[in-house]
């Protein structure tokens, strides 16, 4: 697992992660080490995507919480963090590569990972017209038999590209097998897509017949899918 960069602030640029500002070039101020954005970040995505009754945190039915809530239930059970203030949340969220946070109205949700009952309300406009899936020479011959669902969330997850999808699915297998899905025909057949993040896309469930091997330079053997 790759370790984190720090977490800083540009007063031209606002926040980045990193010892300098990709915009100017300057330090930033310091907010926070990349060690304590993992732990922080553990601990957000723990309690809105899992488990924020064992935060005593409040979700409402689209998985928002209250800011400031939140920020005193860290406070309270974590006491290495009693630093830890409302803005470094914002910093957390602004900097996320993959989008999976949004604040809005003082108010803070998980954009998709959950395995509580929520009701997202993601867009599902332009959505692209191939997205992509990771998974193993294991599991790659039943899902083009039974197609793609949900196991451990509550929905289906895919990446916006080939190599975000390897990267999704390296952290299971050191070699994914990375499955194509038409989007636009399942969409066109009315299988709700949405975007609940800056790369993630969820769904119900993908049948087999959207679903194909896609293969780069490189590869060989043959695959279910084919």
């Given amino acids: ?126 959505i692209p017209e191939k997205l992509f899936y990771p998974t193993t020479a294991d599991e790659v011959e039943l899902l083009f038999e039974t197609g793609l669902h949900p196991t451990d969330r509550k929905f289906v997850h895919l990446s916006l590209t080939y190599e975000q999808a390897m990267e999704a699915g390296s952290h299971r297998d050191p070699s994914p097998i990375i499955i194509e899905i038409d989007a636009a025909s399942a969409m066109t057949e009315g299988i709700t897509i949405s975007q609940a993040g800056k790369t993630v896309f969820i769904t119900n469930g993908i049948p087999p017949k959207f679903m194909s091997i896609l293969k780069r330079e490189g590869d060989d053997g043959e695959v279910p899918g084919d």
């Fill in 1 to 126: 697992m790759s370790e984190e960069p720090p977490l800083r602030r540009c007063e031209e640029h606002g926040y980045f992660r990193g010892n300098t500002c990709p915009g100017c070039g300057s330090d930033g101020r310091y907010l926070m080490s990349g060690e304590e954005l993992a732990h922080v970040g553990r601990i957000m995505a723990g309690i809105l995507r899992h488990f924020p009754e064992k935060f005593d945190v409040e979700l409402d039915t689209h998985g928002w919480a209250d800011v400031e809530g939140l920020v005193a239930a860290i406070r309270a059970q974590r006491v290495t963090l009693h630093w830890l203030k409302s803005h470094h949340l914002g910093a957390i969220v602004e900097t996320d590569p993959k989008g999976r946070y949004q604040i809005d109205n003082a108010r803070i949700r998980a954009t998709y990972g959950h395995t509580i009952d929520v009701d997202l309300e993601h867009p599902t406009d332009d």
